[in-house]
Structures are given as structure tokens and as C-alpha cells.
């Protein structure tokens, strides 16, 4: 029986010490979270730790999770450097309660450049509502609006939107869309109230939807030097379904800008006698984009047009998109938070495993004492018996 004493106290032991030790196993999130932090009018900053100030620049210095930027300070950039802004609950059907969450960065001032951020499962990945913000070199996915911009002269450029239900939202006027990856999106553009637009430069891939205008046209609307790469199971017009959103007759400015147009990666399959015009790169036939209301491209491109890769700082863990013009892009998830245990926790872990260790031992001892005397009792108080 002391026996079986013995090794079920000893069992007890190795659980509790495989359990410590799991716990010791199990990572500790270096990010913080759950909070807004607020870059104050004063250019303080309040709600956390981890973004540094160096005059009028503020750096993101760890990954942040559940943890929206707030920007109340005009004339700074904000630079991500390669970290994660991670969205508690990723996004779900539009006006959906409880499938959304908020926005990543909320820009309530101006001339802010936000750039070099990681940013996943928000509602909105960046928001624009004052004028003249920059947003740039940003690799945003998995939102219902990767950027949302409703003011004016904004710069969208370089980055990488993708998975989204809308990757460029526009409401209001003179915004440049240039140089950006825009891919595996339902919508790629919605815009609708606005003049003044100017999408070029980017490489446009994948979208369920290319361009959707709210049933509004916009005014003074360019296109041109963009890449349409239509995959498989995508088309960039679809009369039927009504795949760039216009509605109703008639002629609509071209897709140009009155020299050179945008790369279609289906115009040699759909004009299989166009050539090029005296090597200049442009087709002569224009490619029609859509009837009812008509739209052209009246000089299409031959070959693809050069965007820029996005490239982001060594701090971050995702890998830099490369995404070349004229391949399909393929999407880029964000890199995971990066784990880590301070100082302190590795201490108290330590002292637990001892205290446990130790325990276990004494407890072996007094076992092994406690029989030993029963023994020697018992031995005893039989000697005085013949």
C-alpha cells in the first residue's frame, strides 16, 4: 500500500511539473491592445506606449492588436514601420451589426502622411475625412474598405489592397489613385460624388468588380497607364450584371488621357488582327470597355505597365509584394504578432518550477520518514508481546 503511496505521489509530481513546464511553453502576446490610441492636437500621445515621437514623425515600435489610431494632428507622418495593426473581430457583410469592427487609422486632420503599416480585419483599414492626407506604401487586407476617403486631395500611392469587399473608396473631389496593387477585391473602386479623380499607374487585378460609380459618373474622371488583368472567372464589363455600376445610355468620357490609355490582358484575344502603331506601344484598334453607356479606351496598351513594388521595412515579417504587372497576384496575409516573455516572467517561472520541483521532493521525504516510523512503531509494540 505505502507502495502504491509512493507512486501515486509521484505521479502527482511529474503532472504538475509537465504542466508548468507547458505553461512555460505557451507565448506571451508582445502587442498591446484593446484601447484607442490618440495622437493628441498637442502631438501627445495617449493610450499607449509603443509609438515614439521624434518631432513632427511618430513610429510605431510593436505590433498592436484591437488598438485603433486615432489622429487629431495636422503636418506629421506616422510610419508603421512593418508592424501589424490587427482588427479584433475581421469584417463581415456590409451593415451587418456586430461582423465590423472600426477603423485602423482615423484621419480627423490634415497633411498627415501614413505610411510603412501592416494592416488586417478592420472595417475600414485607413479613413480619410479632412483634407489633403497622404496614404502610402500600406499593405491592407481583409477589411469591407481597405482605404475610405471622403474629402479631398488625397494621394493614394503604392500600396497593396487586397481582399476586401472595396479596395479604394472615393466620395468627393480631386483624389490621385497612382502606383497601387489592387487585387482579389469585390469592388476595386467605388466612387461616387466626385470630380477630379485620377486612377493611374496601378495594377488593377482580380476584382470582382473593377469600377463601380454609385449609379453617378463622376466629372473629370482619368484613367490611363493602368494594368486590367481579368482572371479566369472575372470580367472587367458585364452589360448583364452591370459589372462597372453605370446605368442608363449614352457616351461617357474615355478611359485615356488623350494619348495613352491602359493595359487590357485580354486585347490580343479579343482584337487578334490590332497591331501596334509605329512601335509606340499603343494598339490600333480601341478596345470598348463596356455599351449602354458606351465607354473606350481609345489608345490601349500592348504591353504591361511597370508598377512599383511595395517593400516594407525589415521590421515586419510579411514578405515584400512583387507583384509583377503581368502576372495574377496572389494574396498577402499579415504576419502574425511576434511573441516574446520579458525578464520578469522568466523569473517567476523559474522560482515556479523550483517551489514546484522542491514540493514534490519534500513531500517524497516525508512519505519515506512517515513509513519508516509507522515501521519502527509497529515493530516495537510487537517486541513487548511474546
Known amino acids: 500500500m505505502n507502495k502504491n503511496m509512493n507512486l501515486k505521489v509521484v505521479f502527482v509530481c511529474v503532472f504538475v511539473f509537465v504542466c508548468l513546464v507547458s505553461l512555460a511553453g505557451m507565448p506571451s502576446v508582445k502587442s498591446q491592445s484593446a484601447g484607442a490610441i490618440f495622437i493628441n492636437s498637442d502631438g501627445s500621445v495617449s493610450g499607449a506606449t509603443n509609438i515614439q515621437r521624434d518631432g513632427n514623425l511618430y513610429r510605431l515600435t510593436a505590433n498592436l492588436y484591437d488598438s485603433p489610431i486615432v489622429v487629431l494632428r495636422n503636418n506629421i507622418v506616422i510610419d508603421g514601420e512593418g508592424f501589424v495593426l490587427q482588427g479584433a473581430g475581421g469584417w463581415g457583410p456590409p451593415g451587418v451589426a456586430g461582423l465590423e469592427a472600426t477603423s485602423a487609422i482615423n484621419l480627423t486632420c490634415s497633411n498627415v502622411t501614413v505610411r510603412n503599416f501592416i494592416i488586417n480585419g478592420w472595417e475600414v483599414g485607413i479613413l480619410g475625412s479632412y483634407n489633403g492626407n497622404t496614404i502610402t506604401n500600406n499593405n491592407i487586407t481583409a477589411t469591407e474598405r481597405a482605404t475610405a476617403i471622403y474629402a479631398d486631395n488625397y494621394n493614394v500611392t503604392g500600396n497593396y489592397l487586397a481582399n476586401s469587399i472595396y479596395g479604394v473608396r472615393i466620395q468627393v473631389n480631386n483624389n490621385s489613385i497612382q502606383q497601387n496593387q489592387i487585387v482579389?477585391?469585390?469592388?476595386?473602386?467605388?466612387?461616387?460624388?466626385?470630380?477630379?479623380?485620377?486612377?493611374?499607374?496601378?495594377?488593377?487585378?482580380?476584382?470582382?468588380?473593377?469600377?463601380?460609380?454609385?449609379?453617378?459618373?463622376?466629372?473629370?474622371?482619368?484613367?490611363?497607364?493602368?494594368?486590367?488583368?481579368?482572371?479566369?472567372?472575372?470580367?472587367?464589363?458585364?452589360?448583364?450584371?452591370?459589372?462597372?455600376?453605370?446605368?442608363?445610355?449614352?457616351?461617357?468620357?474615355?478611359?485615356?488621357?488623350?494619348?495613352?490609355?491602359?493595359?487590357?490582358?485580354?486585347?490580343?484575344?479579343?482584337?487578334?488582327?490590332?497591331?501596334?502603331?509605329?512601335?509606340?506601344?499603343?494598339?490600333?484598334?480601341?478596345?470598348?470597355?463596356?455599351?449602354?453607356?458606351?465607354?473606350?479606351?481609345?489608345?490601349?496598351?500592348?504591353?504591361?505597365?511597370?508598377?512599383?513594388?511595395?517593400?516594407?521595412?525589415?521590421?515586419?515579417?510579411?514578405?515584400?509584394?512583387?507583384?509583377?504587372?503581368?502576372?495574377?497576384?496572389?494574396?498577402?496575409?499579415?504576419?502574425?504578432?511576434?511573441?516574446?516573455?520579458?525578464?520578469?516572467?522568466?523569473?517567476?517561472?523559474?522560482?515556479?518550477?523550483?517551489?514546484?520541483?522542491?514540493?514534490?521532493?519534500?513531500?517524497?521525504?516525508?512519505?519515506?520518514?512517515g513509513v519508516s516510523t509507522s515501521r519502527n512503531a509497529s515493530a516495537k509494540s510487537n517486541s513487548q508481546f511474546p
Open 184 to 369: 482579389n477585391n469585390y469592388y476595386g473602386f467605388l466612387i461616387s460624388y466626385s470630380s477630379g479623380v485620377t486612377i493611374a499607374g496601378n495594377n488593377i487585378a482580380n476584382n470582382n468588380i473593377a469600377v463601380n460609380t454609385d449609379n453617378m459618373p463622376p466629372s473629370n474622371f482619368q484613367i490611363y497607364l493602368n494594368n486590367f488583368i481579368i482572371g479566369a472567372n472575372a470580367t472587367i464589363v458585364s452589360v448583364t450584371s452591370d459589372a462597372l455600376g453605370f446605368g442608363g445610355g449614352g457616351t461617357l468620357s474615355p478611359w485615356d488621357n488623350g494619348t495613352i490609355g491602359n493595359y487590357w490582358s485580354d486585347y490580343t484575344t479579343k482584337y487578334s488582327n490590332a497591331t501596334e502603331i509605329d512601335h509606340t506601344g499603343i494598339g490600333d484598334t480601341p478596345y470598348l470597355i463596356r455599351v449602354n453607356p458606351t465607354i473606350i479606351d481609345r489608345y490601349p496598351l500592348i504591353t504591361p505597365v511597370s508598377v512599383q513594388s511595395i517593400t516594407l521595412p525589415s521590421s515586419s515579417s510579411s514578405p515584400s509584394q512583387t507583384t509583377s504587372p503581368s502576372s495574377m497576384p496572389s494574396p498577402s496575409p499579415a504576419s502574425s504578432p511576434s511573441w516574446s516573455y520579458s525578464m520578469l516572467e522568466l523569473i517567476t517561472l523559474t522560482a515556479v518550477l523550483v517551489i514546484a520541483m522542491a514540493s514534490c521532493m519534500a513531500v517524497l521525504v516525508f512519505r519515506k520518514r
